[in-house]
């Protein structure tokens, strides 16, 4: 009985409509990815914002707050630049896949490398989500600890926290994006492999 519910299974992934949903999901998503990354670096690239204080009856720039400042937000922003010239690359021979029929099949090889280039970009992706996460973090709370203050800068550089929370949102949606094609990849190895 089990032998026959997974061969069913595997039946219905190699069906035509799974097969057409695999093609145009690889391309889709590859090109949702190359979005959520440029949202992301624009949105980083315009969140400098200077601090004014009050002195006597004007008010002075005292500090300004720049993602440059900080080597997490730096580091995402050129995670995300990598993503989005590879998820941009890669849906060039994405394309190209989805025009062989289910007869003619691109070659295991093939989709193995795309598999193993889209784990690693994921990992990547969530390695910058997770750096500027933390430096958002202080940001928004700061941290009082015995031996380390540091002040919350979210209270007075209100326009830059809601660049970089916009920007580190973008990249966990290409993340999750890069996560489904992960996913998508591995099936249709898997259903190659089993062919």
Not at 4 to 23: D, I, P, Q, Y
Not at 59 to 80: C, E, F, M, R, T
Not at 117 to 143: E, F, P
């Amino acid at each position: 009985m089990p032998i026959e519910s997974t061969t069913r299974e595997l039946n219905v992934f190699r069906s035509h409509w799974w097969t057409n949903f695999f093609k145009i999901a690889q391309v889709g998503l590859r090109i949702l990815v190359t979005g959520f990354s440029a949202i992301s670096i624009a949105t980083m690239l315009t969140s400098n914002q200077e601090i004014y204080m009050p002195y006597e009856s004007t008010y002075i720039a005292v500090a300004k707050a720049h993602y440059s400042y900080s080597s997490g937000l730096w580091y995402k922003l050129l995670v995300d630049a990598l993503l989005g010239v590879f998820s941009l690359v890669s849906s060039i021979p994405a394309y190209k896949m989805m025009k062989f029929s289910d007869h003619t099949e691109p070659k295991t090889t093939h989709h193995f490398f795309l598999l193993l280039v889209d784990g690693v970009m994921t990992v990547l992706t969530i390695s910058g989500c997770s750096a500027a996460s933390a430096v958002g973090l202080v940001a928004l709370r700061g941290v009082e600890k015995p031996g380390i203050s540091w002040t919350p800068i979210c209270p007075l550089a209100g326009k830059f926290c809601r660049m970089v929370t916009v920007s580190i949102a973008s990249s966990y949606a290409a993340f999750t994006c890069m996560t489904a094609l992960t996913f998508l990849s591995s099936c249709k190895l898997m259903l190659l492999a089993t062919r």
